[in-house]
């Protein structure tokens, strides 16, 4: 079985990463990149999701010999030209801090009316070999901001992004509901004819 490694050590984004390409039927082991803690992350210094995506999955299949599956993904808003995008994970200042991210953009849009909260989560999605060989696709789902977060699912923005044709949040939907409309699974599940041709 070849080992494709997720270089991401964000447990939720792991889940959801081998929930997908299970889903998908990949027959590989999937493991995060918190199994090899003896690696750097990857300064993400791109200037577009899909170079940061590249250089992630890159870095990893150069460091481990193993082919490598990497993402950028974030939130982005309409009135804020498509911010914070490549920026979402460190939006308040400290990468990672989601209730702060979520709190400082409500406070950025506070009085932005319903009509003009107009959203999407965007993900690039790479996969890349150690000998150089790399594909990417991508995925969105757009939808609009809600006011207050609702719902425990999910991590990131999902508590303020209402999905189109939905009527809960992101965070609202069950794993396998988000899974199925999101920028991830979407961009993941192109990725899989690209696992396929690659690594069979």
């Not at 270089?7 to 995060?32: M, Q």
């Not at 250089?55 to 911010?83: E, F, I, N, R, Y």
């Not at 969105?140 to 939905?166: K, V």
Request: charged residues 20%; hydrophobic residues 40%.
């Amino acid at each position: 079985m070849t080992r494709l490694i997720l270089a991401t050590r964000n447990t939720g984004k792991i889940t959801e990463l081998r929930a997908i390409l299970a889903d998908a039927g990949l027959p590989h082991e999937l493991v995060g990149a918190d199994a090899y803690p003896q690696i750097p992350d990857v300064k993400e210094t791109g200037t577009t999701f899909a170079e940061n995506a590249l250089l992630k999955a890159h870095a990893l299949a150069q460091a481990t010999g193993l082919p490598a599956v990497a993402d950028d993904s974030g939130l982005c808003v309409d009135v804020l030209g498509g911010a914070p995008g490549i920026f979402s994970a460190r939006w308040a200042g400290t990468h990672g801090d989601d209730t702060a991210n979520l709190n400082l953009l409500l406070a950025q849009l506070s009085d932005i009316a319903p009509e003009h909260r107009g959203a999407h989560f965007f993900c690039a999605a790479a996969l890349a070999l150690p000998d150089g060989t790399e594909r990417v696709v991508e995925g969105r789902m757009p939808g609009t901001l809600r006011h207050i977060p609702t719902g425990t699912h999910g991590f990131g923005y999902d508590p303020i992004l209402q999905p189109a044709g939905e009527t809960r949040t992101a965070a609202e939907l069950s794993p396998a509901e988000k899974n199925a409309i999101s920028h991830r699974g979407k961009a993941f599940r192109a990725l899989v004819p690209a696992v396929r041709e690659l690594l069979n």
